[in-house]
């Protein structure tokens, strides 16, 4: 089939789902993906209509072969968020993130991608000691916002002490010199 063909039969598959005749919409989107597995046109519009429908397994699926070929599509990445909000927060937060750089600002994907953001960060509590095991009871639990907190007060208390340590290095190494 030539791309023509391709292109019409896209067209009637978008003209079915208009007049809303789902089945008809749904039947041309797979019969393109079947010439062309690589339309992502053709799977965005097949995860519309399954949406429609309420068949969001086959949504979800359908919207990811359109995400695998054009990852940078944001209608597509924005609809994966939107489904998937309840079922994978964190993956749903990842196509949230990917739909705002595409489309913009828009107030259901902010919300969806702050889903995922960690309440506390797990970490070795035995970095002092080497260990071949791995040993639960090293682990230790950080709130996320500590990290952040946290790190300009560290680096100010380091850089004062830095200092402290050049200023009696440069006063012991003046006293040898003299």
Do not use: C
């Amino acid at each position: 089939m030539s791309d023509i063909d391709i292109r019409q039969l896209l067209l009637d598959a978008e003209d079915n789902a208009n007049s809303g005749n789902y089945i008809e919409s749904a039947n041309l989107y797979k019969k393109v993906t079947i010439i062309d597995d690589n339309s992502s046109a053709a799977w965005y519009g097949l995860g519309v209509i399954h949406a429609k429908l309420g068949n969001f397994e086959n949504s979800v699926n359908s919207f990811e072969q359109a995400h695998r070929i054009n990852p940078d599509h944001g209608p597509t990445n924005a609809n994966l968020a939107l489904i998937l909000e309840k079922s994978d927060s964190e993956r749903a937060a990842n196509f949230a993130k990917m739909a705002l750089e595409n489309i913009g600002e828009n107030k259901d994907l902010l919300r969806i991608s702050k889903l995922n953001i960690p309440k506390e960060i797990k970490l070795f509590d035995s970095s002092h000691s080497y260990s071949e095991e791995n040993e639960e009871e090293g682990i230790i639990n950080i709130p996320a916002n500590a990290i952040n907190d946290e790190e300009s007060d560290d680096k100010e208390e380091l850089d004062d002490k830095e200092e402290a340590v050049i200023a009696s290095e440069e006063e012991n190494f003046q006293e040898v010199e003299e």
